[in-house]
């Protein structure tokens, strides 16, 4: 028989968190730190409005782009959060998540060869989309001295004339490095005069801590030259309703939408009522969820800060990326030893690139209880490493 594969899809990696989440499944007491997810149930009011959909028997097709009511709140929430103005009729399309608006964006805009800047550490999506796409991923390593964030030099260091979009991921995943109005108006210039789309992922956008989130859209000329990704899985504890949605010029968005059409055809019906509902009704319940993790956040720092490990401070999402460069392993031996002798999954930062390496990603989306459990394991884990030196 003839391989039947396609050689590009074999040559992708399995996502590096999966890999400790599954083997911890299997662990009588383990704890896993590995997963984003919120702990937090989705909202009642939004549950409720997911019965009552399936009840009244919505269970329907809507249009590829989504409900039209849903994309009017949408646009109503990004122009009272962001002051951005979306045509809600052909500017927005519901996804099925943040990541099939990744997949799809990067599908419409590359052709072969094209350039498509990553800075890194980055969700762990990304890579594979634009190999995928037959894009060319241009790497760009982000430093903790500059607290994660990209710099305008570096942005430069990585143009060249078959550069064709920049991915920005902002509040970050694995990092909780975020920019602000000042670090990104740097990169706003540059971004034009170099004539480059941006795609701008801001799943995290209600979860930062300290200041307000900024779309790197709501600068002047950058509208037009962004396609903004978010999402309700974080902020509206929603990850298993699927749903996600995409923001760009028209002439873009129509791209993404044919393809939307003939892989996905539309986002779950019922998942949709409910977000109407979310948009409308949830600011409170987002609040409350966004101060706990703030506390959890402030809890793990304080635990690293024990324990003496080392850790630039998140500023958004709810993941810690501590520094363990001190005990001269790779991250995936330390990841592995610290889940075989302790039971606790968490996930080797080069799962997010290269450049993670002597780190971890520690997801404080969980209990103060968990959190205490877990990290008490890595303080005994940590003083039994330095003990062996």
Known sequence: MRNPLSDKVVQIQPSGIRKFFDVANDMPDAISLGVGEPDFDTPWIVREEGIYSLEKGRTFYTSNAGLQELKNEISFYLERKQGLHYDSKNEIMVTVGGSEGIDVALRALINPGDEIILPEPCYVSYLPCITLADGVPVRIDLKEENEFKLTPEELLG???????????????????????????????????????????????????????????????????????????????????WRLGYACAPKLILDQMLKIHQFAIMCAPTTSQYAAVTALRHCDGAVAEMKEAYNHRRRFVLNAFKEMGLQCFEPRGAFYAFPCIKEFGMTSDD???????????AVVPGTAFGNCGEGFLRISYAYSIEELKEALGRMKRFVEKLRKNK
């Not at 540059?190 to 989130?213: M, N, R």
């Not at 330390?334 to 606790?344: G, I």
């Open 334 to 344: 330390f990841a592995m030893k610290f889940l075989e002798e302790e039971k606790v």
């Open 158 to 240: 990585a143009i060249t004339d078959k550069t064709k979009a920049l991915i920005l991921t902002f509040p970050n995943n694995p990092t909780g490095a975020v920019m602000t109005k000042e670090d990104l108006a740097p990169l706003v210039d540059i971004i034009i005069e170099k004539d480059i789309v941006v795609i701008s992922d801001e799943i995290y956008a209600e979860l930062t801590y300290g200041s307000d989130h900024v779309s790197i859209a709501s600068f002047p000329g950058m509208k037009e030259r962004t396609i903004l990704i978010n999402g309700f899985s974080k902020a509206y504890a929603m990850t298993g």
